[in-house]
């Protein structure tokens, strides 16, 4: 699929278009940002991982039936996916108190939440990716209710499958943001909602289950260290590392060229 021009490009990836008017190309770049972009710096393989990363985690839940924009990983650093129009809404998931809800309403770090609280915010850099409620979404018209209770239940749904692949490989998932999108369904000839951008170490808080060593962004966020080794552990633990790599506790931080298994 030959690259076009570029569409968009975000901080951490660049949209271009292909010969197909329904389909485009992501790119997963090494950028790392922060505090919307307040920090920033080059992560070296970090594109990569997140690139196999979300396309093996994507690929999981499409198998469990949600419909998803990925139709293909095309290399290291790019997928291909379905153009989506992107809700202007990220969608987040939290299951153990930290972050900013922490910060905001000062629910202690690591308090385990009753049951998953779901929160929305307005996608938009100017403003700083404002907290919003069911409300302001209606009445600006951002997605309808309709749409919004399907993405609800779809998010709920994502957060149990995506707890249960974690835990397989001895994480917990604390939280995540999602977004969606509507493409176009060629066979039923409507739009339809789907799972769009990424799902990564950069979009979720990710705990080893054993020693709660923080496997995620966070590592960059707030200057752990050892960032590119974490995501490597996520994606040896979901077996897409090839055989002879061999991050243990050990040697967490020495740094491990970046090879994959082929397909
Ligand atoms: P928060 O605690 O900073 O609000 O983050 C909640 C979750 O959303 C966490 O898993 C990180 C993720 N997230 C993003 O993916 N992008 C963002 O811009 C922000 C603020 C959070």
Redesign the pocket.
């Known amino acids: 699929m030959n690259k076009g021009n570029k569409l968009y490009e975000g901080k951490a990836k660049i949209i271009y278009e292909t010969k197909d008017k329904n389909l485009v190309i992501q790119h997963f770049k090494d950028d790392a940002t922060a505090f919307?972009n307040l920090k920033k710096a080059k992560v070296e393989g970090k594109g990569v991982l997140n690139n196999r990363i979300s396309e093996y985690i994507l690929s999981n839940l499409s198998q469990c039936g949600v419909k998803t924009h990925l139709v293909k990983r095309l290399n290291m650093r790019e997928q291909l996916i379905k153009k989506a129009e992107i809700f202007p809404i990220?969608f987040?998931v939290?299951n153990v108190s930290?972050?900013?809800?922490?910060?905001r309403l000062g629910i202690p770090e690591g308090t385990i939440l009753e049951k998953p609280l779901l929160?929305y915010?307005f996608k938009n850099d100017e403003l700083n990716?404002p907290?919003i409620s069911k409300e302001h979404i209606l009445t600006f018209g951002w997605a309808t209710e309709k749409e919004l209770n399907l993405i609800d239940k779809s998010t709920l749904r994502i957060n149990d499958i995506l707890t249960g692949m974690f835990r397989a490989i001895n994480i917990k998932l604390?939280?995540?943001?999602i977004e969606y999108g509507k493409v176009w369904n060629k066979d039923t000839e409507k739009k339809e909602i789907v799972l769009a951008d990424e799902i990564s170490p950069?979009?979720?808080?990710l705990w080893d289950v054993k020693t709660e060593k923080k496997l995620?962004?966070?590592r960059f966020?707030k200057d752990l260290g050892n960032i590119i080794q974490a995501y490597q552990e996520v994606a040896r633990r979901f077996g897409i590392m090839p055989e002879e790599t061999n991050i243990s506790e050990v040697n967490f931080g020495k740094t491990i060229p970046i090879k994959f298994k082929k397909k």
């Open positions: 919307n990220e987040i939290r930290t972050g900013s809800l922490t910060k929160e915010c990716d907290l604390i939280d995540f943001k950069d979009t979720c808080r995620d962004k966070d966020r």
